[in-house]
């Protein structure tokens, strides 16, 4: 067994397509040999910004071989009346490659027919390989390709060489009939830019450290956090923790070599946010706080190479960070001098979608479900909620936020406080747009939480009613996240008020009666969904008893997490198996009626003591599940059902349902009703796996 490397030597690919590049590649690889039927040990993977390559260990010298049985021509076509061999069975004998005498014959769903042995040897894997490699080098997906010079191939940057050895053999191929693949690669852009010759796949590492590349990512990524750390130690602090930023600069360079500057004290006074972002942003330079956590004026770039005066290099890095504060300061200080107020007619000037208007109009309607929202769940908080719902937008015409678009809100809080508004209006204006991310921090306060929701609520029922709903394919809109960011802070909060009534509220400025219905259901149902993945993800809830809760309501979200929470607790119980085959029963009786009574049992026409067992066990119990799910204890309404399990057996096993006679018939039926309906508060039992 052997190793596989494949090198793709190239110009500096962006630092964000290296790894989703690198998985996709050795995915394929994998898929292809596979295929192939090449049998193989580990993958691992490495690459800096000029080089990709994947490493395959114990790859087989040669294809499996690979036997089948092969069915031919019907024995009657076969042999003739005399019992030889005919022209269809020598051909079908030529065909897999066998002498006809060891042709058989075997009984088949269709009869007797020829068979025979069909044996694929296979070739070698250097052979397949010259075929598979180029395939899988231009299947890399990129979120943008380019071509160069005169050639017919597309990558994500020119290729300028191709690394190609199994063990110490040179696969042979060509790329656009230019790029011939071979045994050698470049060594680090500056410190080594000689060619380097690769023997094997077990030395690659070793011989590129050799000329100054690091090429494997983690041991890279590794160096950056080390070196990092040193440079702010020697500065008197330490970095600010961003873990996205050391994975970028990662992705930047070869070799990485830290060093740290310094920038004028008076650029202090712009506030945190402005200061991280304009150094990650444009520089790619962590910032560095002292020991109490305050930014020092200090930063720490890394760079590709070594060199002999780093001061002079820090020098640098200063001389461009200075710039970009400058401009930085003179931005803030402007929007210091306007008042918040004032952008708010300038969100004339935003769109925000084109069936949708403009950012000012979707101000305009947050404000108004704001305060809808303020008077179901929280009138103590309306006057805060609805100034962060009139200035929650108006940080984007900011030329901060201009500048820095994912500052949006962040310096709406800033310039929030700095004119004076109350805390909780500020931490609003950037709470709203909580949770950015999956698994992002949800708004921490209720005003916040508030406008969350009445941001997100806007954005999706405006979407459905002008046709803009997610697919499978895509989601440009990202209102699955939205939609999950609505259901997770309502659960975060326990905001208890109508989903439905909060969505046909959120649907008025969008539609008429009939298409805003409609519209609000798609809502309604939509939101449905999330809340069965949220639950479903959890773990903690089996797939059907989700299915049951979700299909009954989803109207007051947290109630939903305590219906599953209660419904698997009650599960695990020895009786639930019964009782939900009880409750299935009755659900199916129900269903297969041709109509069902609108009105409740009349005792008085009960025939069996079964009939008035039950009735005279559901009055005794309706109350009291009533009360229980009234207090939000569906724990303790499940367990007053459950007693219901026994007057149900016996109703069952002593009282015929579809009686010929339909008085009776329909009192049975309107006594399965009102079971169904007091099992039909918590979940949809006939979903259960029982």
């Not at 390709?145 to 191929?173: C, E, Y």
Request: one cysteine or more; aromatic letters at 6%; hydrophobic letters at 45%.
């Amino acid at each position: 067994m052997q190793s596989l490397l494949l090198e793709i030597g190239t110009e500096e690919i962006p630092a964000g397509y290296i790894e989703p590049a690198l998985t996709a590649l050795a995915a394929d690889l994998v898929r292809k040999l596979g295929h192939a039927r090449i049998e193989h040990g580990a993958v691992t993977t490495c690459g800096t910004p000029r080089r990709l390559a994947v490493i395959i260990a114990d790859v087989a010298p040669r294809q499996r071989s690979l036997t089948e049985t092969v069915t031919g021509p019907p024995e009657r076509v076969a042999l003739d009346d005399q019992g030889n061999w005919t022209m269809a069975a020598r051909k079908f004998a030529e065909k897999v490659g066998m002498p006809v005498e060891r042709l058989t014959v075997a009984d088949t769903p269709k009869g007797r027919y020829l068979c025979g042995r069909l044996v694929d040897k296979g070739t070698t894997t250097a052979s397949v390989l010259r075929q598979l490699l180029p395939d899988a080098i231009f299947n890399t997906p990129f979120p943008k390709t380019m071509r160069w010079s005169d050639l017919s191939i597309a990558f994500a940057r020119p290729i300028q060489s191709v690394v190609a050895l199994l063990g110490q053999r040179v696969i042979g191929f060509t790329l656009g009939g230019a790029i011939k693949c071979g045994r050698h690669t470049r060594g680090h852009l500056f410190m080594h830019p000689k060619r380097v010759k690769i023997n094997d796949a077990t030395s690659y590492h070793e011989t590129l450290r050799g000329a100054s590349v690091i090429v494997d990512i983690a041991e890279r990524r590794h160096m950056v956090q080390v070196r990092i750390d040193q440079a702010a130690a020697e500065l008197g602090g330490t970095i600010v923790a961003d873990e996205a930023l050391v994975d970028t600069v990662t992705h930047l360079v070869e070799a990485p070599f830290a060093t740290g500057g310094r920038f004028d004290d008076v650029f202090l006074e712009l506030p945190r946010e402005i200061l991280i972002t304009s150094m990650r942003e444009h520089q790619k330079y962590f910032a560095v706080t002292d020991a109490d956590g305050r930014l020092m004026p200090c930063f720490v770039a890394v760079n590709n190479t070594a060199t002999k005066d780093m001061a002079l290099v820090a020098r640098g890095h200063e001389r461009v960070l200075r710039a970009r504060l400058s401009d930085a300061r003179f931005f803030y200080r402007s929007d210091l001098q306007q008042p918040m107020e004032n952008w708010n007619e300038k969100l004339k000037g935003v769109l925000f979608q084109a069936k949708l208007g403009t950012m000012h109009a979707k101000s305009q309607r947050i404000e108004e479900m704001a305060g809808w929202l303020a008077d179901v769940a929280g009138p103590e908080f309306k006057t805060d909620l609805l100034q962060a719902a009139r200035l929650c937008k108006a940080d984007l015409v900011s030329q901060v936020v201009y500048e820095f678009p994912n500052l949006q809100g962040i310096m709406g809080r800033v310039y929030a406080a700095a004119a004076g508004a109350p805390e909780a209006v500020a931490a609003a204006i950037e709470e709203h747009y909580r949770p950015t991310y999956s698994g992002g921090p949800l708004p921490q306060h209720r005003t916040g939480a508030l406008l969350a929701v009445a941001d997100k609520l806007d954005t999706i029922c405006g979407c459905f009613s002008v046709g803009l709903t997610p697919t499978g394919a895509s989601d440009p809109y990202a209102l699955r996240r939205l939609g999950i960011g609505i259901v997770q802070i309502m659960l975060a909060q326990q905001l208890t008020f109508s989903l439905r009534a909060a969505i046909e509220q959120a649907m008025q400025p969008f539609a008429g009666d009939t298409t805003g219905t409609a519209a609000a259901e798609a809502v309604y149902g939509f939101l449905q969904q999330r809340i069965a993945h949220l639950l479903a993800e959890q773990g903690h809830y089996d797939k059907d008893l989700v299915a049951a809760v979700v299909t009954v309501s989803v109207d007051h979200i947290p109630n939903v997490w305590q219906r599953a929470a209660a419904l698997q607790a009650l599960k695990g119980a020895p009786d639930f198996e019964p009782l939900a085959v009880a409750f299935k029963r009755a659900v199916n009786i129900l269903r297969k009626a041709e109509s069902l009574p609108d009105r409740s049992p009349a005792p008085t026409l009960f025939t069996e003591s079964a009939e008035q067992a039950l009735y005279d066990a559901c009055g005794q119990v309706k109350g009291q599940v009533e009360a229980h799910l009234a207090a939000g204890r569906p724990d303790d309404a499940l367990r007053i059902i459950a007693t219901l399990r026994e007057p149900v057996d016996r109703f069952f096993d002593e009282v015929m349902v579809m009686d010929e006679d339909p008085r009776l018939r329909d009192n049975r039926l309107a006594l399965l009703q009102a079971i169904a309906d007091l099992f039909g508060r918590i979940a949809d039992f006939s979903k259960i796996a029982t």
